[in-house]
Each structure stands twice: as structure tokens, then as C-alpha cells.
């Protein structure tokens, strides 16, 4: 069994609800944006995440998503991106903030 690449995003109507899943998130991956989530784990980590929001949501009012990604490392990424002066590298010590933003788009608002 391999690590895969995951990508956490959640919409909590209620603050008290919002506050623990915050708490089970935060350990185990990297805020990325607010309620957005990256982390590199072995899937049976995070089938056991899944395990433990399941009785922290209602349901019916909130919504955690989770996507199983490529790497950061092939991102774009626009703006401010990993500005804070932070290095972050996968298990095989590439960066993860490798991506760029894609030549013709960036020639297209170099003109404009």
C-alpha cells in the first residue's frame, strides 16, 4: 500500500461543530485556504479521518468533501501562493509548490 494525495474541504453551518472538526483535521494535514486541507497519507489514515468526522457533522446541514489528488507539486498556482516563506516537499523530496502558471496564460496577461 501506497500514500496517495488528498484534498479536504468542508462547510460547517454550526461554530461548535466547525471547532471540532477543525480539531481532527488540523494534526493530520495542512490548511491550505481556510476549510481546504492537503495531506500525503497511507489510505487507511484517512479512512480513519472519515471515521471520526462522520458523527461530528450533521448531515444534512454541513458538507465535507475529500478528493483524492496529483500531488501539489504539479499545481497552479496563482497569486500568493506559499508566499509566507513556507518549503513544503512530498516523501520524495520534491517540492510541493512546483506548480506554475501555464506559459500561454501567463503571456496572455503579460499583454495585457
Known amino acids: 500500500m501506497h500514500t496517495q494525495h488528498y484534498l479536504l474541504c468542508y462547510d460547517i453551518c454550526d461554530a461548535k461543530r466547525l471547532s471540532r472538526v477543525h480539531r481532527y483535521v488540523s494534526p493530520l494535514m495542512l490548511m491550505i485556504q481556510y476549510s481546504v486541507y492537503y495531506a500525503e497519507?497511507?489510505?487507511?489514515?484517512?479512512a480513519y479521518l472519515v471515521k471520526k468526522l462522520t458523527p461530528l457533522i450533521d448531515a444534512?446541514?454541513?458538507?465535507?468533501?475529500?478528493?483524492?489528488?496529483?500531488?501539489?507539486?504539479?499545481?497552479?498556482?496563482?497569486?500568493?501562493?506559499?508566499?509566507?516563506?513556507?518549503?513544503?516537499?512530498?516523501s520524495q523530496g520534491r517540492s510541493m509548490w512546483g506548480g506554475q502558471l501555464a506559459k500561454s496564460e501567463q503571456n496572455k496577461h503579460d499583454n495585457d
Not at 497519507?41 to 484517512?46: F, N, Q
Open 41 to 46: 497519507l497511507m489510505p487507511d489514515k484517512m
Open 60 to 90: 444534512k446541514q454541513d458538507d465535507i468533501r475529500i478528493y483524492c489528488i496529483d500531488s501539489l507539486a504539479n499545481a497552479t498556482l496563482l497569486g500568493q501562493c506559499g508566499a509566507q516563506g513556507i518549503a513544503m516537499f512530498d
